[in-house]
């Protein structure tokens, strides 16, 4: 069957995901360990979750290069809705994933508007003594999950004045004092002003918004 | 006990590393899926293989944050040599780990030239039908995977006009055009020419072969 990712979300719910305790081992010349570190968790958890999917009979399909937008296919035939992103992040650590590289996200938008609509599947995990734990899982769109910065109109994750990726804020916390944007619109503003006020993209990007907001439309027949 | 990695890399041909069968098991939700992705076996396999020392009781040091250089501390004091980096990479295709930042590596060598004589234990691996193998194992200084390249004196990842990582050429092929350097010297030479050729650096490293020879020196008491 398919599914979109809001059944997924709940499927995942009814299996009681922050309830369970995994363990990743790795076998090779008469010794097993237990893995304990978290660099890898977020590749293996992907391959686990397509795993899951299938023992539920939910149907995917992939992009043949897996590094590629996005994680997962949901629809039987489009390739432009139901889109599924999955996050994985160490839940005793603040949320510090890469979103997608900024000037490469932005680029996309121009062609495939209809990429501001892909859901993003977020697992919290903890790895205690080699346990691994779901702790919180989250279903959101991108808009929910960025923010401004002090330094720009988006995070992003920045290297010697070089910007990287845009990175998630503290969505899902009340006390943090930078709050997720309102909705796709403040989202693709503050895009658009961070581009315009970056030097290495301000140059040629007078008319992103525009384009942008042209593309969304010819996809989806609605307005940003 | 303490030994250096020529012991280790003897053990484990004794131990007949490229004869054995492994996996790697995610068990979580009451589903067990054996891993068949490539992007995490350098970590996991990095954690296998500090249990394997332990199992041989050869005693080893880390640093406390393991992004940092060496890996494995084999001395039981010093921290300056018997130095051991493992790489990984995947036997069916070209070995394209990073070894080091280039401008890292470089900057590093100034005050820490040391390093030029770290070992560097690699491991190719195959993961076919979730089943992993090692098919090889070399035990190398930096100078025998390293060599020049069409665009820079020194092999390096590079992407826009950037240098990121320095690379290694394909040292195990007798077909290959590139060969390794033959020397710490050549290699070290290769480097300076680098930092003064390439735009980024040219202008503040004319001293920087000095800088090195001298702090080799220091050290070792040895002529580079």
Redesign the interface.
Same mark, same amino acid.
């Given at each position: 069957m398919f599914c979109n990712a809001s059944q997924i979300y709940q499927f995942l719910i009814e299996?009681?995901?922050t309830k369970?305790e995994?363990? +990743?081992?790795?076998?090779? /010349?008469?010794?097993s +360990?237990d +893995?304990?570190?978290k660099?890898?968790i977020g590749? /293996?958890?992907?391959?686990?979750f397509a795993?899951?999917l299938k023992?539920k009979d939910i149907e995917f399909r992939m992009k043949s290069n897996t590094q590629e937008f996005p994680d997962f296919l949901l629809d039987s035939e489009s390739d432009k809705q139901n889109l599924l992103e999955i996050k994985t992040f160490n839940y005793s650590a603040s949320p510090a994933f890469d979103i997608a590289n900024f000037e490469a996200y932005c680029r996309s938008l121009k062609t495939n508007a209809y990429r501001l609509d892909a859901d993003y599947l977020i697992f919290g995990y903890d790895l205690i003594d080699a346990k691994?734990y779901i702790r919180e899982i989250w279903l959101k769109k991108i808009w929910e999950i960025t923010g401004k910065s002090t330094r720009y109109p988006i995070n992003c994750q920045i290297k010697q004045d070089t910007i990287y990726n845009i990175r998630p804020i503290l969505w899902y916390s009340d006390r943090a004092k930078i709050k997720p944007f309102n909705n796709k619109k403040e989202f693709v503003n503050n895009l658009y002003e961070t581009l315009i006020f970056y030097p290495k993209t301000k140059e040629n990007n007078q008319d992103w918004l525009k384009i942008v907001t042209e593309n969304y439309y010819f996809y989806t027949k609605q307005r940003l």
């Open positions: 299996d009681n995901i369970s995994g363990k +990743i081992t790795f076998d090779f /010349l008469n010794i +360990i +893995i304990n570190q660099s890898a590749d /293996l958890f992907q391959e686990w795993q899951w023992s691994f």
